[in-house]
């Protein structure tokens, strides 16, 4: 796997019948590549820290459901290539997983915002998201949506700090209706200190 690719072009990707074939053996090594790459926080949010592996895996996976050949190629690049970063960030995917609709939609009815309100924090420095500015989160009635797409930007400094094992990493929300912190394991700090160039 490609650690240093920043973008997922059309040669990238493996034929459409190939993937279809090896397909399981593609998934199950991409489930296992993504298990380092997962940070749970509080009941519902989880953090999926995404790579060029992550987005060609589901750049693949969308072709291969919609089969929707070079037009719909287009879209999914546009679409996921944002996502990847670039060498000075990390960038999540955040869920908040809530099996019951009812109380999903109650929960999210409650966090509007919550994109401003998330961030890292190695030691004493603090380093606050930046949302994917490709479609608002939250709705103008202040509801937010139950995916977003974070960006945390990294100074030089910052990054040595992060690839010291010997440091903590912090994943934090601190909205009023959802505030919690989970420590990084030294397992998530090593698979996300790849992305740094």
Do not use: C, W
């Not at 790459?37 to 589901?58: C, D, H, I, W």
């Not at 009023?176 to 990084?184: C, E, N, Q």
């Amino acid at each position: 796997m490609n650690k240093q690719a920043r973008e997922v072009t059309k040669e990238d990707l493996i034929p459409a019948e190939e993937y279809a074939k090896n397909r399981k053996a593609y998934r199950k090594e991409i489930v296992s590549y993504k298990k380092d790459r997962r940070v749970s926080l509080g009941p519902y949010a989880n953090f999926y820290f995404e790579s060029y592996e992550t987005m060609k895996a589901q750049i693949q996976e969308m072709l291969h459901i919609e089969k929707g050949g070079d037009e719909q190629l287009k879209d999914e690049l546009a679409a996921y290539n944002p996502l990847i970063p670039k060498g000075k960030e990390l960038v999540a995917t955040l869920m908040f997983e809530i099996d019951n609709p009812l109380s999903r939609a109650e929960f999210l009815n409650k966090v509007g915002g919550i994109e401003e309100k998330i961030f890292l924090k190695i030691g004493d420095e603090k380093i606050k998201s930046i949302p994917e500015q490709d479609v608002d989160r939250t709705s103008a009635e202040g509801k937010a949506s139950s995916v977003q797409f974070v960006h945390f930007e990294f100074s030089d400094s910052q990054i040595e700090k992060f690839k010291d094992q010997s440091n903590e990493v912090i994943i934090g929300i601190d909205h009023d209706m959802y505030a919690h912190t989970s420590k990084l394991t030294d397992a998530n700090k090593k698979a996300l200190a790849l992305d740094f160039i």
